[in-house]
């Protein structure tokens, strides 16, 4: 990865921002059995920029500051799965597959936490944490394959990789 510009640390910066304020705005939808985290769309920014995963994890982190339910330990461990959805997203050369890791990822990281911290059946947590993911993650893909077609927002987040080649 190259070096960090400014330009990239205020990047990072509103990413982190907009996760934190989608996630922590929507409470009750974010946290707990049923997540619908609307935030988690910014991860298929990863998609075309490697260095936005740093935006997406510290956004997540602060947003796993304010779960009062799973507190440190989603800190940790939900902020560790954000992460490696970040990564496997950024090294993806297939978008339609992209964004499936944080479905494959997150359900069973949170649904253990839930699990263990919550007394909550496993499987039910998992599914239902990966069904919320999915939902989100399918409307994130829409978003993403009607932008990717236009120079103009590739231009804005600055991508440099998986860009369409009929442009």
Request: net charge positive.
């Amino acid at each position: 990865m190259k070096k960090f510009t400014i330009r990239d640390i205020a990047d990072n910066a509103i990413i982190a921002a907009l996760y934190a304020v989608l996630t922590i705005s929507l409470g009750q939808f974010a946290y707990r059995e049923i997540q619908f985290r609307i935030a988690e769309i910014l991860l298929l920014l990863c998609f075309f920029r490697k260095k936005y995963i740093f935006g997406v994890t510290i956004g997540c982190l602060i947003a796993n500051f304010f779960s009062t339910d799973l507190g440190l330990p989603d800190m940790i461990f939900g902020t560790a799965a954000t992460l490696v959805s970040a990564l496997l997203i950024a090294y993806s050369k297939r978008i339609y597959i992209a964004w499936l890791f944080p479905i494959i990822i997150n359900a069973p990281v949170v649904g253990l936490e839930l699990h263990f911290i919550l007394g909550l059946p496993f499987w039910v947590s998992a599914g239902t944490v990966a069904l919320g993911e999915a939902a989100v993650m399918l409307v994130g893909l829409g978003i993403f394959l009607i932008l990717r077609r236009r120079p103009t927002f590739l231009k804005l987040i600055r991508a440099e990789q998986n860009i369409p080649y009929n442009e």
